[in-house]
């Protein structure tokens, strides 16, 4: 039996969908320090913030489960109630380890605040490298950030501590937001269902032409 799973068709579905929950939802239920794995509901559009191969990914969760076999469980995996589930804040390799160890019961940590709150805590806890963290990935963390409501977005300074980015690669990814919101008649939701990626690829091209291919996107992740 797998653990079920609701998967958003876009990050911005998915934001919407957490603070509408979070603004008018229920109370959340008193709990011990464990739930049971079936009631851990994944958003990875929104909270995983990292990609790692599927190789490592692998590796990583059957290394994982093979010491849940032998001690019952690893670290908790932050959870947090949205006003409607517990979703998995930070540790979804080790949620997957469970599922593969055949172990029920999970050890948890809840952590409270607001949505935005969670998604700098995820990109905080995902800074620490259980897997590396790499530039890309850091940039990709970066932009769920950017993409926020200007009214919740970190600062660049706030945004470079959490990712790891630089404050120059962060300002260049404000402008790009702006100028596709502001001048290329996008909607904010749009632009955050878009990855960093696409969303530099996009503006470049319609602003100063087609950009050149991966090497030239290799070059301005870096930058």
Known sequence: MKRPTKKTPS?????????????????????????????????????????????????????????????????????????????????????????????????????????????ILATNENKKNRLHMGTAERAEAAWRLTCLPEEIRPSKKDTAAITGLGTSAIGNQRRVHASLTDHHDYTAAAVQDMTWWAARRLEKGLTDGEPGGQEWEEREVEE
């Open 11 to 119: 990050r911005g579905k998915a934001w919407a969908k957490l603070t509408k929950a979070y603004s008018g939802g229920k109370p959340q239920p008193s709990i011990g320090d464990s739930l049971s794995l079936w009631s851990i509901q994944i958003i990875p559009e929104v909270f995983q913030v990292r990609a790692p191969n599927e190789a490592d990914s692998i590796r990583h969760i059957t290394d994982l489960a093979g010491v849940i076999k032998a001690q019952g469980s690893v670290d908790p995996i932050s959870v947090w109630w949205s006003g409607a589930e517990w979703v998995c804040i930070d540790g979804h390799h080790r949620l997957a380890a469970y599922e593969k160890a055949g172990v029920e019961q999970v050890k948890v940590k809840v952590e409270v605040g607001a949505p935005q709150a969670m998604l």
